[in-house]
Structure formats: structure tokens, C-alpha cells
């Protein structure tokens, strides 16, 4: 199962990453909110960092390079997931033909 999680991933991906200006991207008023608000504090711990010791800057620059990566991760994992729910429930549905060659279904994927 790995295999085929690893392929869809991959496929994923480069389709998410393939065009950030598609006119179906979702961005709610909420997600902007936040957006702005992180950009806002952004410049603040900017400010904050200048102020502390080289050592102290370093790890909290570290800890937040591994949290935001963390995030990031999250971020992949949800959209993956949701991808693969939606395409078993259009499996389950009829909509689309399931095969029980994966590696079969991963080449057509790749094309």
C-alpha cells in the first residue's frame, strides 16, 4: 500500500504544485484573515528576534523551521488523504473503474 500511497503522493503533488493561480483555488475570507495576521506578527518576531542573543535567535529560528515544516507535512498528509477519499468514494460510486493491478493504475497515473 505504501507503494501506491507513494506513487498518488508524488502524482499529487505535481498536480497541486503544477499552477497556484488555477481559478478553482480556495481562498475564503478566513484563510486571508489569517494570512494577514501571520504577515503581521511575522514583522513583530522579526523585531523580537534582533533583540535577543545569537544563540537564543538560532534555536528559535531552528524551532520554528521544524514546526513550520511540521506543518507543512500536516498540510500534504490532509490534502493526500482527501485526494485518495475522493477518489475511492468515486470508485464506490461507479464513477470511475477500480483495478486490482496498482501498478497498472499508478503508470496510467505517471502519463
Do not use: P, W
Request: hydrophobic share 35%; proline share 0%.
Amino acid at each position: 500500500m505504501n507503494y501506491v500511497y507513494d506513487a498518488m503522493a508524488n502524482f499529487l503533488e505535481e498536480l497541486r504544485c503544477e499552477n497556484s493561480a488555477k481559478k478553482y483555488v480556495i481562498a475564503t475570507k478566513d484563510i486571508e484573515e489569517a494570512s494577514n495576521k501571520l504577515k503581521k506578527y511575522q514583522r513583530k518576531m522579526d523585531t523580537y528576534l534582533e533583540k535577543l542573543s545569537d544563540k537564543d535567535r538560532i534555536f528559535l529560528e531552528k524551532y520554528f523551521n521544524v514546526l513550520e515544516h511540521d506543518y507543512f507535512k500536516e498540510e500534504q498528509r490532509a490534502y493526500y488523504q482527501g485526494m485518495m477519499d475522493a477518489v475511492q468514494m468515486l470508485g464506490g460510486l461507479g464513477l470511475i473503474r477500480t483495478g486490482k493491478n496498482a501498478k497498472g493504475i499508478i503508470s496510467k497515473i505517471k502519463k
